[in-house]
């Protein structure tokens, strides 16, 4: 195999219409990168193909630190040639549709790809459009989002910027990249507004659809303390349907003894967690969970993350059916398990790799303080190092806003292993 990046499609040249891969990967973000880089790294002869149609690779943990003020949007984003595995192929396209009776797949143009094995994870799309209103009003008059690098820039510009009255942060009723970014930049908010002499007249409220701030005991009880601590107000039972940027109001669809009803929470600055779901293409292909709460993910058994009902599919990451929290840390404990299962698969040997749910959130609770909050399936607070997870901590505010980063780029990305789990590729 060749030690550099090959490619095709990306030039003038005619491309064929059938390609032929062992080993197809779809997408090019955290989870298709790191799986493929640890693929090859256990052997170099592997016929590796990577289908991604971005020319650019974006490290989106560092986002709420964007809008935050406290890093770069340039120091995210790299190109995506320069991120994929030596000895990889890049396919520059689109995947459209999926054909596992065939084991193919069809990209938006036209081509078809044919393997042995695939890999699906295409990452997790955001439904800007399932918020009345939003995708109009983002992006100015204090309507912000950091799950858009177009957007995190903006948040930090209407931080630094506000003069008080409402700034609402919101959480979605649907699975979401990172459980914990929703907060994370409402806490900086809060200091930013407290250093700039607004928080005595700012009303700072969170309004999630949950009947709790967070899903995992243990770091739910001490966020409830820290928003205590803070004055900010929580409004469960609180799901954002609708923006009105002309009498700037949002509207929240909420559950009282009277039933179902609307409200609407005047705003002057409001920072949006859209609602997420699988990819529209994996949804309507036969790699989809067809019932159940988990319909529309990438069927998989969450252990061995092999396909339920093609054993040369597999899938990790976000557009999988793995019941985690979805954090780029996950991704790094998957990897290694669909890594091994599918070369056991390959050899007809017995599948030997077991992921258990490990998930990472370092939840920011102000600038120079993390809560690195660790757990797996069975929601039990966990730690990568000799302390309570549980309790803020200026070193694990180095470890997110330094160390991550560094390890996400230079080994995650390159398929090493490293030992700290939490070290892991960290959230959104």
């Given at each position: 195999?060749?030690?550099s990046?090959i490619s095709?499609g ?6 064929a ?19 493929a880089?640890?693929l090859l ?10 289908i991604?149609?971005s020319d650019k690779?974006?490290?989106q943990?560092?986002?709420s ?7 770069r949007l340039?120091?995210t984003?790299?190109?995506?040639k ?11 396209a689109a995947?459209?549709?999926?054909e596992p009776e065939?084991?193919?797949?069809v990209t938006q143009?036209?081509?078809?790809i044919e393997y042995?094995?695939l890999?699906?994870?295409p ?7 399932k918020i009345?209103g939003?995708q109009?009003a983002i992006?100015?008059d ?18 630094k ?6 700034a609402?942060?919101?959480?979605p ?6 459980a914990g970014?929703?907060?994370?930049i409402m806490y ?6 407290r ?6 007249r700012?009303?700072v409220?969170?309004?999630?659809p949950?009947?709790?701030i967070?899903?995992i005991p243990?770091?739910?009880e001490?966020?409830e ?9 929580v ?11 002309q009498t700037?109001?949002a509207i929240?669809e909420t ?14 600055m409001i920072h949006?967690?859209?609602p997420?779901?699988a990819?529209d293409f994996i ?7 067809q019932e ?13 993350t092999?396909h339920?009902?093609y054993?040369?599919v ?6 999988s059916s ?12 998957q ?7 599918l070369?056991?698969v ?6 030997g790799?077991?992921?258990?749910g490990y998930?990472?959130c370092p939840?920011?609770?102000g ?18 190092f000799?302390f309570?997870?549980t309790?803020e901590?200026?070193?694990m505010?180095?470890?997110k ?5 560094w390890?996400?780029?230079?080994r995650?990305?390159?398929g ?5 789990d ?7």
């Amino acid at each position: 195999m060749s030690n550099s990046p090959i490619s095709e499609g990306q030039t003038s040249q005619p491309v064929a219409n059938t390609l032929r891969h062992a080993i197809v990967v779809v997408g090019g973000g955290a989870a298709g990168i790191t799986v493929a880089a640890q693929l090859l790294e256990r052997d170099r002869t592997l016929d590796v193909a990577i289908i991604e149609p971005s020319d650019k690779h974006y490290y989106q943990p560092a986002w709420s630190l964007v809008g935050g003020g406290a890093y770069r949007l340039e120091d995210t984003i790299r190109d995506e040639k320069d991120c994929i595995p030596p000895g990889a192929t890049w396919i520059k396209a689109a995947a459209q549709t999926f054909e596992p009776e065939q084991n193919r797949v069809v990209t938006q143009d036209g081509r078809r790809i044919e393997y042995d094995y695939l890999i699906v994870c295409p990452g997790i799309q955001i439904d800007w459009d399932k918020i009345e209103g939003l995708q109009d009003a983002i992006g100015k008059d204090g309507v912000t989002s950091n799950y858009s690098k177009d957007y995190a820039p903006y948040t930090w510009e209407v931080l630094k910027n506000f003069q008080g009255g409402n700034a609402i942060f919101t959480f979605p009723a649907t699975p979401i990249k990172c459980a914990g970014a929703p907060q994370k930049i409402m806490y900086l908010a809060d200091d930013t507004f407290r250093s700039n002499g607004v928080r005595d007249r700012t009303n700072v409220i969170y309004c999630t659809p949950g009947a709790k701030i967070f899903a995992i005991p243990g770091y739910c009880e001490s966020l409830e303390k820290i928003v205590d601590r803070r004055n900010i107000e929580v409004k469960y039972q609180h799901n954002l349907k609708a923006i009105r940027p002309q009498t700037k109001e949002a509207i929240f669809e909420t559950t009282t003894e009277a039933g179902v009803e609307e409200i609407a929470v005047p705003y002057d600055m409001i920072h949006v967690t859209p609602p997420m779901s699988a990819p529209d293409f994996i949804k309507n292909s036969p790699l989809a969970v067809q019932e159940g709460p988990s319909k529309g993910w990438v069927d998989v058994d969450k252990y061995t993350t092999q396909h339920n009902v093609y054993p040369n599919v597999f899938s990790l990451g976000d557009a999988s059916s793995l019941p985690n929290s979805k954090t780029a840390a996950a991704i790094r404990r998957q990897a290694p398990a669909l890594v091994e299962n599918l070369l056991s698969v390959k050899a007809s040997r017995e599948l030997g790799g077991k992921y258990g749910g490990y998930a990472c959130c370092p939840l920011v609770t102000g600038y120079g303080r993390t809560i690195m909050a660790e757990f797996d399936y069975d929601k039990v607070p966990k730690s990568s190092f000799p302390f309570d997870p549980t309790q803020e901590r200026y070193s694990m505010w180095l470890v997110k806003r330094y160390v991550l980063p560094w390890l996400y780029w230079n080994r995650m990305l390159k398929g090493k292993p490293f030992e700290a789990d939490a070290l892991a590729g960290g959230d959104r």
